[in-house]
């Protein structure tokens, strides 16, 4: 009876093992998802009445109303470029002559691609230690901490370097070690 419970003890934990090892996309941050979505309901925009209903579209089945939230075309608009673009997914003259600009050195064509695949990569090397994993405890802060930029630092270096900058609250751990 007692080799009965060790062998299903064992099997048990085989395969939580198991599970935990699987080879998925990791998730570094572990957001529980059974929790409302408060960004899935979205106000619609108010309704108006046309100058003229003969210039209206004629309805399409899985269309767009003109009364949809369209969140990129707002953004856009919002940050001074135009609802059609985003809607026509055509670049401007403004906007292909900025990608021009922040092409002027070379461009890589692929690449998002390149660093979805080189990000993933990253990911499932530093997707936490075993029990990390089995109790869903957030790793990202963790796994990323060596990227992550020290700002004052940054900012030190472009005042350095006669950069204007925008003032900003004085770094923590310099008050707390000028005091003692």
Same mark, same amino acid.
């Given at each position: 009876?007692?080799?009965?419970?060790?062998?299903?003890?064992?099997?048990?934990?085989?395969?939580?093992?198991?599970?935990?090892?699987?080879?998925?996309?990791?998730?570094?941050?572990?957001?529980?998802?059974? !929790? /409302? +979505?408060?960004?899935?309901? $979205?106000?619609?925009?108010? #309704? %108006?009445?046309?100058?003229?209903?003969?210039?209206?579209?004629?309805?399409?089945?899985?269309?767009?109303?003109?009364?949809?939230?369209?969140?990129?075309?707002?953004?856009?608009?919002?940050?001074?470029?135009?609802?059609?673009?985003?809607?026509?997914?055509?670049?401007?003259?403004?906007?292909?002559?900025?990608?021009?600009?922040?092409?002027?050195?070379?461009? !890589? /064509? +692929?690449?998002?691609?390149? $660093?979805?695949?080189?990000? #993933? %990569?990253?990911?499932?090397?530093?997707?936490?230690?075993?029990?990390?994993?089995?109790?869903?405890?957030?790793?990202?802060?963790?796994?990323?901490?060596?990227?992550?930029?020290?700002?004052?630092?940054?900012?030190?270096?472009?005042?350095?370097?006669?950069?204007?900058?925008?003032?900003?609250?004085?770094?923590?751990?310099?008050?707390?070690?000028?005091?003692?």
């Amino acid at each position: 009876m007692r080799s009965i419970r060790m062998t299903s003890g064992f099997a048990l934990i085989g395969l939580l093992a198991l599970t935990a090892c699987a080879d998925k996309d990791p998730s570094l941050m572990n957001i529980r998802s059974d !929790t /409302p +979505d408060e960004f899935s309901i $979205l106000p619609t925009k108010p #309704l %108006e009445e046309p100058e003229d209903y003969e210039s209206l579209p004629a309805p399409t089945p899985g269309g767009t109303n003109r009364a949809d939230v369209n969140p990129f075309a707002d953004a856009a608009v919002a940050l001074g470029g135009s609802e059609e673009a985003v809607v026509n997914g055509r670049a401007t003259n403004r906007e292909r002559a900025l990608a021009a600009h922040a092409a002027r050195y070379g461009a !890589t /064509p +692929d690449i998002r691609e390149t $660093l979805a695949a080189e990000d #993933l %990569e990253y990911r499932k090397a530093n997707n936490g230690r075993l029990l990390e994993r089995l109790f869903n405890v957030s790793v990202y802060y963790d796994s990323y901490s060596e990227q992550e930029l020290d700002q004052h630092r940054e900012l030190d270096r472009l005042r350095a370097r006669g950069v204007p900058t925008p003032s900003a609250p004085p770094d923590p751990e310099r008050v707390s070690n000028a005091g003692e």
